[in-house]
């Protein structure tokens, strides 16, 4: 029996329904054994994968935190219902180096973003944060990095905590440093968000703060500091306080123009504009930094002055009444390596500061030695880097100013020079100021605070000694210097610091005054010696014009001394008859020839 042609055309449509039905079986069983891979991985590590099956061979796939991890979810995905063959194709989540985290908190809501090192901590941080802002809605962005510190989750915490001072801001940690910014939501928040930041939780290397008062709900006062500005926010009660705050802050810091953003609220407690101006004060103890008043407590923090600290802050503006300080904020500024100072009593020179090296050093004492004969020179400079060639000129430049001073005191510090104390006349205390402007190296300011005012007249040798004093203890005056050692000691002078004139001129450069005072000094503690004086001058046209000219500076250095007070007849200028004491005269500019006595 033969069936009709084209039978098999009947049977196509059945084929196609049974490879249809197949297909979806096997798309079931595949899927069915990817899932069964997934909730393994899930199981152990917390997240779950995206595997994929090839009938009963799966590979596995997503973040795996761990060796010990990654084992334990091949074996358990392996055991899994239908699961025949596992392939690995776990990985851990990238590292990230510095490892960043993220807190941002605005009213009822806040958000997490950044890193997280694995399941478990992350949840941990949700919970943190539930915990420390209560009743705010959390929303979790985060996601996965390696290279989280093993105390993440406490320095999130310790984020977390700080966060929940403020009523809108962020906590961000980056590596083991937490970066707190906003604004606090009540004078109380702010003054524990403060303390809390100056005392990093375990784990946290560092805590950087900037935070702003409350806008209500305290009375506030804000000042910050930098390089170049000076911003002044918060209230005062009234416009004659707001004025006062403003020429407060022109009188500290002239040098800065504020942005005043400063409310006027009637009703300010008693003292606040008072207590501004304090914060003013404190404020321009630091190099940098902020100074905040909410309600009666002041917050100082920013880096202090070249060579102070918070403690010498404090006791450089005292105390305020009614005021809490809390300057445990400031960091101590730079060491003052570049500082110097040189203070002149009657009696002595007091040296103190630094110095670069000790050939600076040699220079800086044996200026002070020839420069202040008679006095003694007490030595308390110590090493430092950091003073360079300028630094030694203006010190050098400084002591010579000093020494036309009756007293007085010479310091650097900070690119500033300051001198200050009597010169005896006005005259001279003109004189010194402005040769001390002038003789400063370049990139120096300069104060000066120089009088003129006669000194008080001696008083008169008793004509008595008191019974009760035995005649011995009466004083004996210093015994006069004999006319050889008093020659050595004013070529010694002029040897630290010579003398200067100008070029082809018998007139003595302005910063050669101090020498003649100090060389006028050496000449009185041997008053009966006379002396012959020579001054150099050579290289010019001809060895007579030399020695003309030697004669006419001679004959200037004669007079300068007899203007500062000694007799004339005690120095003799004359022009050099031979070229060597022209030679000898170029030690410091002139040469001393001992005579013998008084002419």
Same mark, same amino acid.
């Given at each position: 029996?033969?069936?009709?042609?084209?039978?098999?055309?009947?049977?196509?449509?059945?084929?196609?329904?049974?490879?249809?039905?197949?297909?979806?079986?096997?798309?079931?069983?595949?899927?069915?054994?990817?899932?069964?891979?997934?909730?393994?991985?899930?199981?152990?590590?917390?997240?779950?994968?995206?595997?994929? &099956? @090839?009938?009963r061979d799966v590979s596995l796939n997503g973040w795996i935190f761990g060796e010990p991890e990654r084992r334990n979810a091949l074996a358990t995905a392996a055991a899994a219902s239908g699961v025949r063959v596992v392939e690995d194709g776990l990985s851990e989540p990238p590292t990230q180096d510095p490892y960043l985290w993220r807190a941002a908190r605005e009213g009822g809501m806040v958000?997490?973003?950044?890193?997280?090192?694995?399941?478990?901590?992350?949840?941990?941080?949700?919970?943190?944060?539930?915990?420390?802002?209560?009743?705010?809605?959390?929303?979790?962005?985060?996601?996965?990095?390696?290279?989280?510190?093993?105390?993440?989750?406490?320095?999130?915490?310790?984020?977390?905590?700080?966060?929940?001072?403020?009523?809108?801001?962020?906590?961000?940690?980056?590596?083991?440093?937490?970066?707190?910014?906003?604004?606090?939501?009540? %004078?109380?928040?702010?003054?524990?968000?403060?303390?809390?930041?100056?005392?990093?939780?375990?784990?946290?290397?560092?805590?950087? &703060?900037?935070?702003?008062?409350?806008?209500?709900?305290?009375?506030?006062?804000?000042?910050?500091?930098?390089?170049?500005?000076?911003?002044?926010?918060?209230?005062?009660?009234?416009?004659?306080?707001?004025?006062?705050?403003? @020429?407060?802050?022109?009188?500290?810091?002239?040098?800065?123009?504020?942005?005043?953003?400063?409310?006027?609220?009637?009703?300010?407690?008693?003292?606040?504009?008072?207590?501004?101006?304090?914060?003013?004060?404190?404020?321009?103890?630091?190099?940098?930094?902020?100074?905040?008043?909410?309600?009666?407590?002041?917050?100082?923090?920013?880096?202090?002055? &070249?060579?102070?600290?918070?403690?010498?802050?404090?006791?450089?503006?005292?105390?305020?009444?009614?005021?809490?300080?809390?300057?445990?904020?400031?960091?101590?500024?730079?060491?003052?390596?570049?500082?110097?100072?040189?203070?002149?009593?009657?009696? @002595?020179?007091?040296?103190?500061?630094? #110095?670069?090296?000790? @050939?600076?050093?040699?220079?800086?004492?044996?200026?002070?030695?020839?420069?202040?004969?008679?006095?003694?020179?007490?030595?308390?400079?110590?090493?430092?880097? %950091?003073?360079?060639?300028?630094?030694?000129?203006?010190?050098?430049? %400084?002591?010579?100013?000093?020494?036309?001073?009756?007293?007085?005191?010479?310091?650097?510090?900070?690119?500033?020079?300051?001198?200050?104390?009597?010169?005896?006349?006005?005259?001279?205390?003109?004189?010194?100021?402005?040769?001390?402007?002038?003789?400063?190296?370049?990139?120096?300011?300069?104060?000066?605070?120089?009088?003129?005012?006669?000194?008080?007249?001696?008083?008169?040798?008793?004509?008595?000694?008191?019974?009760?004093?035995?005649? &011995?203890?009466?004083?004996?005056?210093?015994?006069?210097?004999?006319?050889?050692?008093?020659?050595?000691?004013?070529?010694?002078?002029?040897?630290?610091?010579?003398?200067?004139?100008? #070029?082809?001129?018998?007139?003595?450069?302005?910063?050669?005054?101090?020498v003649i005072e100090a060389l006028a000094a050496v000449a009185r503690t041997c008053p009966a010696a006379s002396f012959e004086l020579i001054a150099t001058a050579q290289d010019y046209i001809h060895i007579q014009y030399n020695r003309n000219l030697s004669r006419r500076r001679a004959e200037t250095v004669a007079a300068a001394l007899a203007a500062a007070g000694i007799d004339a007849r005690?120095?003799?200028?004359?022009?050099?008859?031979?070229?060597?004491?022209?030679?000898?005269?170029?030690?410091?500019?002139?040469?001393?020839?001992?005579?013998?006595?008084?002419?």
């Open positions: 029996m033969c069936l009709p042609g084209k039978w098999w055309i009947g049977l196509l449509p059945l084929l196609a329904l049974w490879l249809a039905l197949n297909r979806m079986e096997t798309g079931r069983i595949e899927a069915a054994v990817a899932a069964q891979a997934d909730a393994a991985l899930a199981q152990v590590s917390g997240e779950r994968g995206f595997s994929a &099956a @090839a009938g958000i997490l973003s950044g890193a997280a090192p694995s399941p478990g901590e992350r949840a941990a941080v949700v919970a943190a944060a539930s915990e420390a802002i209560q009743g705010a809605r959390i929303i979790d962005q985060m996601s996965y990095f390696s290279g989280a510190a093993k105390n993440f989750t406490a320095q999130a915490r310790a984020g977390l905590q700080l966060l929940a001072h403020l009523s809108t801001g962020s906590v961000q940690l980056r590596g083991g440093e937490l970066i707190l910014s906003g604004r606090a939501s009540s %004078g109380a928040e702010y003054r524990a968000a403060v303390a809390q930041a100056q005392s990093p939780p375990e784990g946290v290397t560092s805590v950087k &703060a900037d935070l702003s008062p409350p806008e209500a709900g305290a009375w506030v006062f804000e000042a910050v500091k930098g390089a170049r500005y000076l911003n002044l926010s918060g209230v005062v009660g009234s416009q004659a306080e707001h004025t006062a705050l403003l @020429a407060e802050a022109a009188k500290l810091f002239p040098d800065l123009a504020p942005v005043d953003s400063v409310r006027i609220v009637p009703g300010a407690p008693a003292r606040f504009g008072f207590n501004a101006a304090y914060v003013l004060r404190a404020l321009a103890q630091l190099k940098s930094g902020k100074a905040s008043l909410v309600d009666d407590v002041a917050t100082l923090s920013g880096q202090a002055r &070249a060579g102070m600290d918070a403690m010498s802050v404090v006791e450089a503006i005292g105390a305020a009444q009614g005021v809490t300080l809390d300057a445990k904020g400031v960091q101590p500024g730079e060491e003052p390596v570049d500082a110097m100072a040189a203070r002149k009593t009657e009696a @002595a020179l007091i040296l103190t500061g630094f #110095y670069a090296d000790d @050939a600076a050093h040699e220079k800086i004492l044996g200026a002070a030695r020839a420069l202040f004969p008679g006095l003694v020179v007490t030595d308390e400079m110590q090493p430092g880097a %950091g003073a360079g060639k300028s630094f030694l000129a203006a010190a050098l430049a %400084g002591l010579g100013q000093l020494a036309r001073l009756h007293v007085g005191r010479f310091g650097l510090h900070d690119q500033t020079a300051s001198l200050s104390g009597d010169a005896g006349r006005a005259e001279t205390a003109e004189e010194v100021k402005t040769a001390f402007i002038a003789a400063m190296p370049d990139g120096f300011s300069v104060e000066t605070n120089v009088t003129g005012a006669a000194r008080e007249a001696p008083q008169p040798f008793p004509l008595s000694v008191p019974p009760s004093v035995p005649l &011995a203890a009466a004083p004996l005056a210093s015994a006069a210097l004999d006319p050889q050692s008093c020659q050595s000691r004013l070529m010694e002078t002029v040897g630290a610091a010579p003398l200067r004139f100008d #070029y082809r001129s018998a007139r003595l450069r302005p910063e050669s005054s101090a005690r120095f003799t200028p004359r022009k050099p008859e031979e070229e060597r004491e022209l030679e000898r005269a170029k030690i410091g500019g002139v040469e001393f020839i001992a005579k013998g006595g008084r002419p």
